[in-house]
């Protein structure tokens, strides 16, 4: 089984893709849906849903409709938000290896988390790479196991995250300003490459600007090889 997966991933690579906060999966692949195609066919996404209905996120009832149901990974407490990013290893290790991981928002934050976490239990990520779309702030984990709802900030990360990382985010955010910029500098300087774009808290739709986030994100895969 070990040598039909590897044959496998020779030919194609495998993105575990996290939504934001008030959204659903459904949801991130619409917004994902030029990104992606830029992004060509030789690439498996598996979406992954939040467990927690929660309400939609500022405009998304709107423009995607409000029958349906919203959903975070987080429940709002410490002890779920250990629970997710538990889950989400475990989920990594039974369903991957996976290439990369793509999170919006707090899909990107999750993501971060696990990375930064440190010790032993990230000495083999679950993801080679990593894109961060307008992300925010991991949360601090030490202060999460102790029952404490807490962030981390740059100048807290003694350990970087090392994998090869692409961030793209609005430097006008309105709902989360500066927080993209900080994650940025809590990867290792060698390994990111930032994209700046202008669609705010939000997946780029701008023909120029998806076709730079996806010129930075299959750089990134390529140099996984």
Not at 63 to 91: C, K, M, P, R
Not at 100 to 123: D, E, K, P
Request: a negative charge; hydrophobic letters at 40%.
């Amino acid at each position: 089984m070990d040598s039909e997966r590897h044959s496998y991933r020779t030919k194609r690579s495998k993105i575990l893709c996290l939504h934001g906060i008030g959204t659903n999966s459904d949801i991130f692949e619409a917004q994902t849906a030029a990104l992606r195609h830029r992004l060509g066919d030789d690439i498996d996404y598996d979406f992954i849903e939040g467990a927690h209905p929660w309400p939609a996120a500022p405009g998304i009832a709107e423009t995607f409709g409000s029958q349906q149901v919203f959903y975070s990974y987080l429940d709002g407490t410490a002890q779920g938000a250990v629970e997710a990013i538990n889950a989400l290893e475990q989920y990594a290790e039974d369903a991957g290896p996976f290439d990369a991981i793509i999170g919006f928002s707090l899909g990107a934050a999750l993501a971060a988390t696990l990375l930064l976490r440190g010790g032993s239990q990230t000495a083999q990520p679950a993801f080679r790479s990593a894109v961060f779309l307008s992300g925010t702030l991991p949360g601090d984990w030490d202060l999460l196991e102790k029952g404490v709802m807490g962030f981390l900030q740059a100048n807290q990360v003694k350990a970087p995250i090392q994998i090869p990382t692409v961030h793209a985010w609005d430097p006008q955010d309105p709902d989360h300003p500066g927080q993209s910029h900080e994650l940025l500098q809590m990867c290792c300087e060698k390994n990111r490459v930032p994209v700046q774009h202008g669609a705010g808290h939000g997946v780029p739709s701008r023909e120029e600007e998806v076709g730079a986030l996806a010129a930075a994100i299959k750089g990134m895969l390529a140099s996984l090889d």
